[in-house]
């Protein structure tokens, strides 16, 4: 099962990663509360409702013990999820996926949910794009960065705004002793939301610790900018589990 992030839609975010681990793995992706096909349900968002989402949706399909694939904030709700549902997940990779933010951090999402309401997606769209990829891809790729810019435009500022604050309050240090599946942390050298040091963190609080990729002149949106290294990772990780289970 594949999470996107805050702003992000499953076709925008995990197009080409969907379509190369699909002809191994039986992939699921949707879009979060507030984004893409889904419902614009009224704010405020809490954490608990997309990890509640997340489970009605697996339930829905009868996926006894998926492996959990999030970037960003999907990265979080994976965690989240595999914490409060241990026997529940085969195995989870988080994709600069944060579990708590700095105190900067923490304003600064509150800020941006305060701008695109009053101002709109416009606003912020091409800044957040810009902090979360490596110039090395806006220079080589320029098409690739506006769709990203375009993605992050097309959001409902309401919904947009929610999910922002419910990041602003994120914790996630409290729950993550009780994750119990593999998990695979993957973030690019250049991650602003996820740095090395925040990956360090995570990885000690995880009680069967983590396996650790960094990716090279890549930052937030590795989804995007790196998609095949991505995909190279996940394959890997989750082929180890399948081996493991057999």
């Given at each position: 099962m594949?999470?996107?992030?805050?702003?992000?839609?499953?076709?925008?975010?995990?197009?080409?990663?969907?379509?190369?681990?699909?002809d191994?793995l039986?992939?699921v992706?949707?879009?979060?509360?507030g984004t893409g096909?889904?419902?614009?349900?009224?704010?405020?968002?809490?954490?608990?409702?997309?990890v509640?989402?997340?489970?009605?949706l697996?339930?829905?399909l009868d996926l006894?013990?998926?492996?959990?694939?999030?970037?960003?904030f999907?990265?979080?709700?994976?965690?989240?999820?595999?914490?409060?549902?241990?026997a529940?997940?085969?195995?989870?990779?988080?994709?600069?996926?944060p579990?708590?933010?700095?105190e900067?951090?923490?304003?600064?999402?509150?800020?941006?949910?305060?701008?695109?309401?009053s101002?709109?997606?416009?606003s912020?769209?091409?800044?957040?794009?810009?902090?979360?990829?490596?110039p090395?891809f806006?220079e080589?790729?320029?098409a690739g960065?506006?769709?990203?810019?375009?993605?992050?435009?097309?959001?409902?500022?309401?919904?947009?705004?929610?999910?922002?604050?419910?990041?602003?309050?994120l914790?996630?240090?409290?729950?993550?002793?009780r994750?119990?599946?593999?998990?695979?942390?993957v973030a690019g050298?250049?991650?602003?939301?996820?740095?090395?040091?925040?990956?360090?963190?995570?990885?000690?609080?995880?009680?069967?610790?983590?396996?650790?990729?960094?990716?090279?002149?890549?930052?937030?949106?590795?989804?995007?900018?790196?998609p095949?290294?991505?995909?190279?990772?996940?394959?890997?990780?989750?082929r180890?589990?399948?081996?493991?289970?057999?």
């Amino acid at each position: 099962m594949l999470v996107h992030g805050l702003g992000g839609t499953s076709a925008g975010i995990w197009a080409s990663v969907a379509d190369e681990l699909g002809d191994e793995l039986t992939v699921v992706t949707y879009d979060l509360r507030g984004t893409g096909g889904s419902e614009r349900a009224p704010g405020p968002y809490s954490l608990d409702d997309f990890v509640g989402d997340l489970r009605a949706l697996a339930e829905d399909l009868d996926l006894a013990r998926p492996a959990l694939v999030g970037h960003s904030f999907g990265g979080s709700i994976a965690l989240a999820y595999a914490a409060r549902y241990p026997a529940g997940v085969s195995a989870v990779v988080s994709v600069g996926g944060p579990v708590v933010l700095p105190e900067q951090g923490q304003k600064g999402m509150r800020d941006r949910a305060e701008k695109v309401e009053s101002e709109g997606m416009a606003s912020v769209a091409e800044t957040v794009a810009t902090n979360g990829t490596a110039p090395s891809f806006r220079e080589r790729d320029a098409a690739g960065f506006e769709a990203l810019v375009a993605i992050l435009a097309a959001n409902d500022p309401a919904a947009y705004a929610a999910t922002c604050r419910v990041l602003a309050d994120l914790d996630l240090r409290p729950e993550l002793g009780r994750v119990s599946a593999p998990v695979l942390l993957v973030a690019g050298d250049r991650d602003g939301v996820v740095p090395a040091a925040a990956g360090d963190e995570i990885e000690a609080a995880l009680p069967n610790g983590a396996r650790r990729v960094t990716v090279e002149d890549c930052g937030h949106n590795l989804t995007v900018e790196r998609p095949e290294v991505l995909v190279d990772e996940v394959r890997s990780f989750l082929r180890g589990r399948i081996a493991a289970q057999a």
